[in-house]
């Protein structure tokens, strides 16, 4: 076998994203070769991309047993560790790239995005600033940067890295985008409006850049009160999206069946486990029904943190009870009746890396409705605290963002989001009845007209004693925020996107009737 030539080939295949192939071309040189780290490093890298993890992390320790200092396979074995939630390691490994190759910016960079993940921004602020000082035009570093500084509100500072991005790069759709969610568009604000109406006609677009382009001119035409292009182009990002991310509801469907199912014949009440001395205040609904908002006046309290949008706990549910798309009633029944709490020990294990200093933590993952009976069972003394606003101002919402999440592919047409959005009202229907009084509902329309008195219940349902800054949780910088409601959620509270549905109702017939509104 001519190895060399092989390995040529192999690398034509991994560029093309042929990553399967990449790993059986891999292992037949391998047999020949197994000493090679270039190609057990490349086999891995090719596995991680097809979210093989644990299968790569072996092949990249391989690498580096047969050369220390191949600091390639160093850094993709860190990155798996990262997407494996195993972030102690993770970090030690980009220390040790970091101590023994001072320059090496692709591990700076991505210690920068551990940082990152865990809502540590004003360390990944430091590594991203540390790497640029060695190349000042990467832009995917400078996309971060500014995403970084927009979590914790230096809104000025991001606006002056995304003009570095876009001098860099005046055609990058990306820092468009960016640059459309923190300008307030009207007459005499249009400069980067008609700069992305321009790039718009570059017929050299690809698919992402033009989602990106269409998603920020909605929005400008919103802030210009021309709802007919603002829908128009945000019908035509959403047709994109769908494209790239087929969708079939049957999938949820039957999980949300399997759930009801599962739990209408589980009697909680019998069940007594052992809980930690953190606190976990979960806040879920649907995406855009106020849950940002609801956790920066929560974690605005002296005696709470907020942790963001974790994905703990759907990971541990997934990983103990699920076979396939079906929830194992056994499993969940035969952990129950253990007396060690598993399930609560795992996500307390994810959310040690977050280094939270009180006993109160928010998780803030609007999806958790759906897990709201094992939060019952398996973290005794929580508090569940579900977000609610009008279904038609709520799906409006959804169509308008984009949402980088693989779990959320139902948002791209309004046929899949009304439908979502009657499998969720249909299990909170069954969480609340089960439930009762456990379940805390805040109204985002209750909680904007009268935030005062809305606020202090909710405070008081989170048996917390009053503290007059969660009243002016937009002054606090104490939670970053970094989903779509970043912008919003910095603001004092506002009441102009109730009723936002009324200027688009004539384009929302479709999802509109689907909604099961009563």
Not at 349 to 365: E, G, M, P, Q
Request: glycine share 4%; proline share 3%; charged share 25%.
């Amino acid at each position: 076998m001519d190895i060399v030539n092989n390995i040529k080939i192999l690398q034509n295949q991994f560029r093309s994203k042929n990553y399967t192939s990449v790993v059986q071309g891999c292992k037949k040189i391998l047999k020949i070769s197994p000493n090679n780290s270039y190609v057990l490093n490349l086999c891995g890298l090719s596995l991680q991309n097809l979210g093989e993890h644990k299968l790569a992390i072996n092949f990249f320790k391989e690498a580096i047993t047969f050369d220390g200092k191949n600091f390639a396979a160093m850094n993709n074995l860190a990155n798996s560790y990262k997407a494996t939630y195993d972030y102690d390691r993770a970090e030690e490994i980009f220390l040790n790239i970091i101590k023994n190759n001072p320059n090496n910016i692709k591990a700076i960079n991505n210690y920068g995005n551990l940082k990152y993940s865990l809502n540590h921004f004003n360390e990944a602020i430091e590594l991203f600033l540390k790497a640029l000082k060695i190349n000042s035009e990467e832009i995917n570093i400078l996309i971060t940067l500014a995403a970084s500084y927009q979590s914790i509100g230096e809104f000025e500072k991001s606006k002056k890295t995304i003009d570095k991005i876009l001098i860099i790069n005046p055609k990058n759709a990306s820092a468009h985008k960016m640059i459309s969610a923190l300008t307030k568009y009207d007459k005499q604000n249009k400069e980067n409006l008609d700069s992305m109406m321009t790039l718009l006609k570059d017929k050299n677009l690809t698919k992402e850049q033009k989602i990106d382009l269409y998603y920020a001119l909605g929005k400008a035409h919103e802030d210009l009160k021309d709802y007919e292009n603002s829908f128009k182009y945000l019908d035509k990002a959403n047709l994109l999206k769908k494209e790239k991310f087929p969708y079939q509801i049957e999938e949820d469907k039957k999980i949300f069946e399997n759930i009801i199912k599962t739990f209408k014949e589980i009697d909680t009440s019998l069940f007594k486990k052992g809980a930690s001395e953190k606190e976990i205040i979960f806040i879920c609904g649907m995406p855009r029904s106020g849950t940002t908002l609801v956790e920066q006046i929560i974690a605005s309290h002296k005696k709470v943190s907020g942790a963001g949008e974790l994905i703990y706990l759907q990971n541990v549910i997934y990983n103990n009870f699920f076979d396939n798309f079906d929830f194992n009633k056994e499993k969940i029944i035969n952990e129950i009746l253990r007396g060690e709490n598993i399930i609560e020990t795992e996500y307390m294990n994810l959310l040690k890396s977050h280094k939270f200093n009180t006993k109160k933590i928010t998780d803030k993952a609007p999806p958790n409705f759906r897990w709201i009976g094992f939060m019952k069972i398996f973290f005794p003394n929580c508090k569940i605290v579900h977000c609610t606003r009008d279904p038609r101002d709520n799906c409006l919402s959804i169509f308008k963002n984009a949402f980088g999440s693989n779990h959320m592919k139902w948002s791209n047409s309004q046929r899949d989001i009304g439908n979502y959005y009657n499998l969720y009202s249909s299990i909170m229907s069954f969480w609340k009845h089960k439930f009762k009084d456990l379940i805390y509902d805040v109204k985002y329309e209750n909680l904007v007209n009268n935030p005062d008195e809305e606020v202090k219940q909710l405070i008081k349902f989170c048996n917390l004693e009053w503290d007059p800054d969660c009243l002016n949780f937009y002054k606090n910088r104490k939670t970053p925020i970094e989903t779509v409601s970043l912008a919003q959620a910095r603001k004092p509270i506002y009441k102009s996107s109730v009723n936002s549905n009324i200027a688009y109702s004539k384009y929302l017939q479709e999802m509109n009737k689907i909604l099961d509104i009563n």
